[in-house]
DNA sequence: CGCATAGTTGACTACGCTCAACCCTGGTGG
DNA sequence: CCACCAGGGTTGAGCGTAGTCAACTATGCG
């Protein structure tokens, strides 16, 4: 969802970009580095964490395949977190003042890009608004019905573990195997080997 | 930090911007309104809220003045939620188009704009990040380590009610009054009237 | 001098987390 | 072809802690 197109990228910075592997565990950047780039995930995942000042290690975000981190970069000269690989992953590497002079001279660019960011803010706000709901039933069936929404269907495919999804909306899975459970017992929704179908979900 | 600065608004932007004053209560726009423009707060206060199918309402976001609010309306035909006004608040109101082409004609607007949307976005990550952690009283002091670290101060001054803070942090006001007295206790932070006192906080 | 609102404190409840056992599936190798 | 194994998923029991409801205090304002 908050895909930057490459479609308008103009060739000049086509000829910029390169791409970086990373091993399982591996390091993109450290936190206080040097701000030199903006990436986007091809494939893969990461891990952004930020150390504080006790030491203590805090995840700050998944980033997933599609999916663009270190914005930030772009207008500060150090990272504030650090990048890690959790599978082996490839990335795309805009390099920062190149990134920065297209956005500049290519309008198209750079409205796709705010569109991106856009867009990326209320990806945040929409998974802040869910951790507001208490009930672990209720936030999965909002959850659903979210990322149902789009698509107009009733129907959500999952294509990772729901132990993935469970961190995602902030439970355990343990927590979000009972309020499945829940929901299908209430009549709520229908669940198929992967698939969950929403009932009468009169979506908004 | 997310102002948009309006130093580098061209002259014919600056034109067509208007503003708009509310009443405690009274809104700006209703969700699912024609999206027609973008706002800055400059005085008061509002609320974002969004009703979702079974007529619960939820709060999406609250925008104190210099914050922008939105911003998804510059690619989105409709406001997906409502924005009541809190206290008597002015909104300065950036027509849609207008600002749209002007953000494509005025590169120092849009780099602008951009750094905003990516502080927005850094804003609502750090959020994100806080809600991970269960525990009330750990919680709050990251948060208070989080807003003081910027200025590099060791207190906190607050200007608005606790109650307003527990909300935004996901905790109710008793909890938040609890775990205060607890960091107390344990010797971690020191309270005047509206000031709290970070103690051996080595500030990251 | 009340009144409204914010903040604090206490008692109780509820629900999500933790730990643990168990089931089920898919993959591997004998 | 079956035995075994590993991982995800489910289910159960018990605990801890944040929420809730309520009472009380403090503060600011008419």
Redo the contacts with the bound molecule.
Sequence with gaps: MDLLTLESLPPQLRQLISYRELEPGEALFQQGDEAIAFFVVETGRLRLVRYSSDGKEVTFQITRSGESLAEIALFSNNYPCAAVAELSSRVIVYPKQPLLSALRNYPDLAEDFMAMLIGKIHDLKVRLELRHI????E?VLRYLRYIADPSEQTVVT?DR????IAADI????????????RLEREGKIR?TRLQILLQNSSAA
Tied chains: 1, 2.
Excluded: C, I, N, V
Excluded at 172 to 180: D, G, N, Q, W
């Design positions: 208490r009930a672990a039933h936030r999952f573990p729901l132990k993935d902030g439970l355990t899975p343990e927590t979000l195997s009972r309020a499945l459970a669940r």
